[in-house]
């Protein structure tokens, strides 16, 4: 792959949203490895049930980590075929057992598992932001719930409330997506290995037509891998998942942008300022001014993540038969951006709660 420079395009992603450990899970290194951590599994797992001898298990289990991504890259040149490369490269570094990584198995056995891996690792990442941010907003309730102030319907001056009882109101949301995540947590799968058009028919062709050994050989793997398998599955996991992870994705985006609004109206009022650095500048020809830009920018990448889902339902929708490409280029887009993008909401909200600046003088002057 040539090398990338200030003159190509960058995704803002790369260097402006999302935290470093989001980055990691979602890098190109990082997916490779975990294809790598796949077919090593798959190694040993059919080595133990004597498809390889030892030697060549050990082999390609000491090689897992050595990736060659510049080699891989070009060969894919020649190829149009991302895994196959790097299997070819792989296969390359092990010459006793090499030839024998991707046994029985389809593209989709090593992609499918590799990205569910990748998935559940951002969704722990999420799931501690968000504990964290729930800890946050109790914090502020508690310090606040006997804080008179204005009450709004309509966006109208209507009865006192507390401010503490106001921000109950996103804690509560928060909580619903904790439950939310609590059930997509304990209900992601993953297809297993189950080769092309989902059958198994590779792996019991393998085994001479002994399907138990094929059942086996799954389980073992997918334990190794701390999955969990769909026992039916075409050729990929049902791209309903995808649907799933983006619409809890867009459910917490959705419950912090309704915060970060609501705040944008409380900063307005005078009552509310979210964090502003010293040397900070509000605008270019009005530098004086203190904008909520982090709240601005909450509601801005949440109005991004919640068109997300619509493409996953088209995807699921469109997955014909056992198998079309039609989800295969936007996948590699829409899934890591709406982590990333989650992510950094999630940055930015935790900012704002823990440091806002309350006007306890605006407050008691609006409500009189």
């Known amino acids: 792959m040539e090398g990338f420079s200030y003159k190509d395009y960058l995704s803002y992603f790369t260097f402006r949203y999302g935290s470093k450990e989001m980055r990691e899970i979602f890098s190109l290194y990082n997916l490779r490895i975990t294809w790598r951590k796949i077919w090593t599994a798959l190694a040993k797992t059919q080595m133990e049930l004597g498809l390889l001898s030892k030697v060549e298990y050990e082999e390609i289990e000491k090689n897992k980590a050595n990736l060659n991504l510049e080699k891989s890259f070009a060969l894919e040149k020649e190829l149009q075929h991302d895994l196959m490369a790097e299997l070819k490269v792989y296969a390359s570094q092990c010459p ?3 030839g024998k990584i991707h046994l029985g198995a389809t593209s989709t056995d090593i992609l499918d598992n590799a990205e569910i891996l990748c998935f559940k690792k951002a969704l722990d990442l999420i799931k501690d932001k968000l504990i964290l941010l729930l800890k946050e907003f109790i914090k502020f309730i508690e310090n606040y719930k006997d804080l008179v102030c204005m009450g709004f319907t309509h966006l109208q001056s209507a009865e006192p409330i507390t401010l503490g009882y106001r921000f109950s109101f996103y804690l509560q949301d928060l909580y619903l997506d904790l439950l939310m995540m609590k059930f997509l947590e304990k209900e992601i799968k993953t297809k297993g290995i189950k080769g092309a058009v989902g059958t198994s028919a590779s792996f019991v062709n393998l085994f001479e037509g002994d399907f138990k050994k094929t059942e086996i050989l799954e389980k073992k793997l997918i334990r190794e891998l701390n999955l969990e398998a769909f026992l039916i599955t075409a050729q990929t996991y049902p791209r309903k998942i995808d649907f799933w992870i983006l619409n809890f994705l867009a459910s917490l985006a959705q419950s912090l942008h309704k915060f970060a609004a609501d705040l944008r109206i409380m900063q307005s009022f005078g009552e509310l300022q979210e964090p502003f650095l010293k040397y900070q500048v509000g605008s270019s020809a009005m530098p004086f001014k203190k904008n909520p830009i982090l709240a601005e920018r909450i509601c801005s990448l ?18 014909l038969l056992e198998r079309t490409l039609d989800d295969s280029a936007n996948r590699r887009i829409i899934m ?27 407050i008691n002057k609006n409500l009189a």
Request: hydrophobic share 50%; net charge negative.
């Open 302 to 319: 949440a109005e991004y993540i919640k068109v997300l889902p619509q493409v996953a339902w088209n995807n699921a929708a469109d997955t």
């Open 96 to 98: 006793k057992g090499g």
């Open 336 to 362: 890591s951006e709406a982590f990333l993008s989650l992510d950094e909401i999630l940055i930015l909200a935790e900012k704002i709660i823990s440091k806002v600046k309350i006007n306890q003088f605006n």
